[in-house]
C-alpha cells in the first residue's frame, strides 16, 4: 500500500485569498488524483495529474480556479483559487497502486471558508 | 453519466450482529470496485477490491462481492464491533481506460452500539 500525506490538515481562510495543498506519496506513481468532498455529498473527482503534463480536469472543474502541479513523480499540489464559502470542502489525494490499480488516498485536508 | 446509491444511508446495530451494506450502480461497464471506510474528519481507508474478473473478496470479517451485470455490490460484514462504526463507501472505477477515476456513493453510516 502507498502512504500519503498531505499538509494541511486543515485550514480557516477568508474569502478571496487561495490555499495550496500538498501531497506527498512514498513511492513514485503514475498518475495523481485530486477528489473533492462537499459537506454532505459523495467524493467527486477534481483532477488527474500526471508528471510532465497538465493536468486533466473534470467536468465543471477548471484550472484558474484549481491549479495543479505535479514536478516529480512523489508530489502535487492543489491551490484553491479566490475562494468563497462554497469551496468549503474536504480535499483528498489519490494514487493507484500500478500492481492492481487498488486506491489509496491521504487523509485529507479540511477547508473552511470565513 | 455513472451514478452510484448506497442503502441504507445509515444503520445502527447492536455489537454482535451480522450486516450488509448495499451498493448499486447504473453503469455496468466498470473496471473494478473498490470498498472504503472513512472515520469523521479522515480519509478514506481501502478496505476490499474487487477486480473486473472477480466476484467477490474476502478480509478477515469482511466480505464483499460484485455482480456487475445487475449493477450490484454488497458489504458484509460479520460479528460486528463498535470499532466498525464509520461510513462505508462503495466506488465503482470508471471504464474506459479511466484508471484512478471512482465514482463514489455518499456512503452508509454504520453505527455499532456496544
Known amino acids: 500500500s502507498a502512504v500519503i500525506s498531505q499538509k494541511p490538515s486543515r485550514d480557516i481562510c477568508q474569502r478571496g485569498t487561495s490555499l495550496t495543498i500538498q501531497c506527498q506519496v512514498d513511492?513514485?506513481?503514475?498518475?495523481m488524483f485530486w477528489y473533492r468532498q462537499q459537506p454532505g455529498q459523495s467524493l467527486t473527482l477534481i483532477a488527474t495529474?500526471?508528471?510532465?503534463?497538465?493536468?486533466?480536469?473534470e467536468s465543471g472543474f477548471v484550472i484558474d480556479k484549481f491549479p495543479i502541479s505535479r514536478p516529480n513523480l512523489t508530489f502535487s499540489t492543489l491551490t484553491v483559487s479566490n475562494m468563497s464559502p462554497e469551496d468549503s470542502s474536504i480535499y483528498l489525494c489519490s494514487v493507484v497502486s500500478p500492481l492492481n490499480t487498488e486506491a489509496f488516498f491521504g487523509q485529507g485536508t479540511r477547508l473552511t471558508v470565513v | 453519466k455513472q451514478e452510484v446509491t448506497q442503502i441504507p444511508a445509515a444503520l445502527s446495530v447492536p455489537e454482535g450482529e451480522n450486516l450488509v451494506l448495499n451498493c448499486s450502480f447504473t453503469d455496468s461497464a466498470i473496471y473494478n470496485l473498490q470498498w472504503f471506510r472513512q472515520d469523521p474528519g479522515k480519509g478514506l481507508t481501502s478496505l476490499l477490491l474487487?477486480?473486473?474478473?472477480?466476484r467477490e473478496q474476502t478480509s478477515g470479517r469482511l466480505n464483499a462481492s460484485l455482480d456487475k451485470s445487475s449493477g450490484r455490490s454488497t458489504l458484509y460484514i460479520a460479528a460486528s464491533q463498535p470499532g466498525d462504526s464509520a461510513t462505508y463507501l462503495c466506488?465503482?472505477?470508471?471504464?474506459?481506460?479511466?484508471?484512478?477515476?471512482?465514482?463514489f456513493g455518499k456512503g452508509t453510516k454504520l453505527s455499532v452500539k456496544p
Open positions: 474487487i477486480q473486473s474478473s472477480q
Open positions: 513511492s513514485q506513481v503514475t498518475m
Open positions: 495529474a500526471n508528471q510532465g503534463s497538465e493536468a486533466t480536469y
Open positions: 466506488a465503482p472505477e470508471k471504464g474506459g481506460g479511466s484508471q484512478g477515476n471512482l465514482i
